[in-house]
C-alpha cells in the first residue's frame, strides 16, 4: 500500500483541528474518518498481481540511437485500473537527465481491456541491458491511497557498437573498384592475379605484354591484373587493460572496434575471408567461417558485450590462438596499444613467430591531446607538457621502429582517423600483392 500526497494533506489538516480540540476526542474524530477512507480507498483499487503483461518492440539498437520497448498491460479484475507504471532499466539505458521521465507512464486500463505503452530507451554503453521489473501503483477512486506491485516482464535489449566509421566506406569502396580493376585504372603489382587481355595503347608498361598471344594475333596484347582476392584477414582485439584507456570521451577498445567494422566491410566487399578475434588472457569472442554479407552482423553482434578486462595480456597466448585460428598465411591485423613496456615485454617477444609466416599489421589508437600538449608554450606548465609530449612521441618512434625492422606494418591514428588509415593501408597491401 501506498498513500499519496492527498491523504498527507489531510492528514496535516487534521492535525490543525486537533490542534483547536485537544484531547482523545479530536484525534479519534480525525484519524477514524481518515483510516476508514484509506481503507476503502485501497479495497476499491484495482489489484496488481492479476495484471498480465507483455513485451515486444526492439531487440537491438546502435549505440546513439534510440529503441522502443512496447509494454502490454491487461487488466483482468472486474475494477477499472487508474494508477502509475515504472519501467525499470539499467541507469545506463537512457539518456542522462531523462531516467524519471522516461521511465514511468500514466495509465487507465478498463476491467477485461488492455493498454499499450511505449518506453523509448537511448542507452550509453554498448552490451546487453535487461529490464529489471515493473512497478505498478493503483489508485483508488478517493486518491488518498494506492495498491502497489511488482512484475517480472523479461526483455534484453543489445546494444551494438555505433558504426561511426561506416561513413567513410562509400570512398573506399570506390578505391577498391579502381584497384579490382572495374574502372579505366588497371595496376600491375607483385603477386597480383592475371584478369583479362586487351589491345596495347600508348603508355602501357611493356613488361604487361603478352608475347604469346600477341604472335595469334596481329595487335599486341597486354595482361590486365586485379588484386588477390579470397585471401583471409584475422582481426585480433586486445582487450587486456590498456585496452579501457580513454582517448577523449571513447575507450580504445571502441576506436579499434570502429576501425575493425570499417575494414571487415571493406574486406568483404573485396571477396576476402574475415575473422575476428578477441583476447586477453582467454578468448572473449569469435567470429569465424562466415563469408559474404553475413560476416559484418556477425562480427558486431560478437563485439557488442566485449567490455576491457583490468588485467594484463597473455601475449603468448594471444599469438598461440591467433596462429591456430589462421593456420595458413593470411594477414594478421593486431589492435593492441603502443605503450613501450607492454610492447616490449610482451609484444616483441613473439612477433617473429606471427611474421615468419604471416603479414602482420598493428593497429594502434593514438591520443590527439599529445599533439595539442606539444604546442603548448608560454607558461612553466606549458613548457613542462610539450617536454612530457615530446618525450611520449619519442618513446613511441622508437616502439615504431622496432616493429617495422620485424617487418610489421604499423598504424597509428586517433579515433575519428584510425578507420581509414587502416583501410588505406589493407588496400596498399592489397594492390602490391602482399597479402
Do not use: C
Amino acid at each position: 500500500m501506498a498513500l499519496t500526497g492527498r491523504a498527507a494533506l489531510l492528514a496535516a489538516l487534521g492535525a490543525l483541528v486537533v490542534g483547536l480540540f485537544p484531547g482523545w476526542g479530536g484525534v479519534l474524530g480525525v484519524a477514524a474518518p481518515l483510516l476508514a477512507a484509506v481503507l476503502y480507498d485501497v479495497a476499491r483499487a484495482a489489484p496488481v498481481r492479476p495484471l498480465l503483461m507483455e513485451r515486444a518492440g526492439a531487440t537491438s539498437v546502435r549505440l546513439g540511437e534510440e529503441a522502443e520497448v512496447r509494454l502490454t498491460v491487461t487488466n483482468a479484475s472486474g475494477r477499472p485500473l487508474r494508477g502509475e507504471l515504472r519501467d525499470a532499466w539499467p541507469p545506463s539505458s537512457w539518456r542522462p537527465g531523462t531516467q524519471y521521465a522516461a521511465s514511468r507512464h500514466r495509465l487507465t486500463v478498463p476491467a477485461g481491456e488492455r493498454r499499450r505503452l511505449t518506453t523509448t530507451l537511448a542507452p550509453t554503453r554498448r552490451g546487453d541491458h535487461r529490464a529489471v521489473r515493473v512497478t505498478i501503483r493503483s489508485h483508488g477512486p478517493l486518491g488518498l491511497a494506492a495498491r502497489q506491485g511488482s512484475h517480472e516482464v523479461p526483455w534484453t535489449l543489445r546494444v551494438l557498437p555505433p558504426f561511426t566509421s561506416r561513413k567513410h566506406l562509400p570512398a573506399k569502396l570506390a578505391r577498391l573498384r579502381e584497384l579490382d580493376g572495374r574502372t579505366t585504372l588497371l595496376t600491375r603489382g607483385e603477386g597480383t592475379e592475371f584478369d583479362s587481355l586487351r589491345d596495347y595503347v600508348p603508355g602501357d608498361d611493356v613488361r604487361s605484354i603478352d608475347w604469346r598471344a600477341t604472335a595469334r594475333q596481329s595487335t599486341v596484347a597486354v595482361r590486365t591484373w586485379r588484386p588477390e582476392r579470397d585471401r583471409h584477414l584475422l582481426l585480433v582485439l586486445d582487450t587486456g587493460r590498456t585496452s579501457a584507456g580513454r582517448v577523449g570521451d571513447v575507450p580504445r577498445l571502441d576506436a579499434a572496434m570502429d576501425a575493425a567494422l570499417l575494414l571487415t566491410a571493406l574486406a568483404s566487399q573485396a571477396g576476402d575471408r574475415v575473422d575476428m578475434l578477441a583476447f586477453d588472457r582467454t578468448v572473449r569472442a569469435t567470429v569465424r567461417g562466415r563469408t559474404g554479407g553475413e560476416v559484418l552482423p556477425a562480427t558486431v553482434e560478437a563485439m557488442a558485450r566485449l567490455e576491457p578486462a583490468l588485467i594484463e595480456t597473455d601475449t603468448r597466448a594471444m599469438a598461440a590462438a591467433a596462429m591456430a585460428t589462421a593456420p595458413r598465411r593470411s594477414l594478421i591485423v593486431l589492435f593492441t596499444g603502443l605503450d613501450a613496456a607492454p610492447v616490449e615485454s610482451g609484444l616483441l617477444p613473439v612477433l617473429p613467430q606471427l611474421t615468419h609466416r604471416h603479414t602482420v599489421v598493428v593497429a594502434a589508437v593514438g591520443d590527439p591531446r599529445i599533439a595539442e600538449m606539444a604546442r603548448t608554450r608560454g607558461t612553466v606548465p606549458g613548457v613542462y607538457e610539450a617536454a612530457a609530449a615530446a618525450q611520449h612521441e619519442a618513446e613511441r618512434a622508437h616502439t615504431r621502429g622496432r616493429l617495422r625492422r620485424l617487418g610489421v606494418t604499423v598504424v597509428e591514428a586517433p579515433p575519428e582517423d584510425l578507420p581509414p588509415a587502416l583501410a588505406d593501408a589493407y588496400m596498399t597491401l592489397k594492390a602490391a600483392g602482399k597479402l
